[in-house]
């Protein structure tokens, strides 16, 4: 970040997460390689030669924005130390439809991460261990015998991922499927009741 990005007092700040506010949104929209800063800077009220003070690149604030996100569901993630499997799926689903940015920019993250040209994302030892909660909440599972222990933490703990985002990720595809909106809370009800029961189907035998 450049050294201009932190803000000086308290209107600098707030300078800085009207920026950051518009370019979520942006890339949420847009992703990394269609977003613009002129519809960044429109977005936020803010003059490009100003928010250029604040980033010095597209790159620069692509980066913010992550990084933004992630101190954002901070509380989130550590939440499932004291939560079950079924608790994290709730909280899970409860999350994408309230930070669907967040589940947009999985999305062009992931383009990106496949992409040899695209956006270097460097992956910190924080994010890394949000995500092995999910693997630890497993194995603490079959530990206590409410989950098969033939299956992979790991791999499952994917699936965890991608049953609670896949929705909100391919809403097009949750349609053209279910015939139901992914917003709908009647299909969030039904997703969830679908999710658990195959928990139950995954309990050890008696």
Known sequence: MSQAGDGKGPRGGDTRERILTAASRELALAGFAGARMESIAQLSGIKK????????SKKELALAVLERNHALTADFWHSFASSSLSEIFQASLDM??????????LVWEGREYLNPDGLDIPVGPDRKGDFQRIVGVIAAEQAAGRLRSSLSPEY?????????????????????????DWRDPAFAEEWLRMINEILAALRPPE
């Open 49 to 56: 030669q100003v928010i250029y003070y604040y980033f010095a």
């Open 156 to 180: 499952f703990g994917l699936l965890v991922v991608l049953l609670t985002t896949a929705p909100a990720a391919l809403p097009q595809l949750t349609t053209l499927i279910t015939d139901r």
């Open 96 to 105: 994408s439809v309230v930070n669907q940015d967040g589940v947009a920019h």
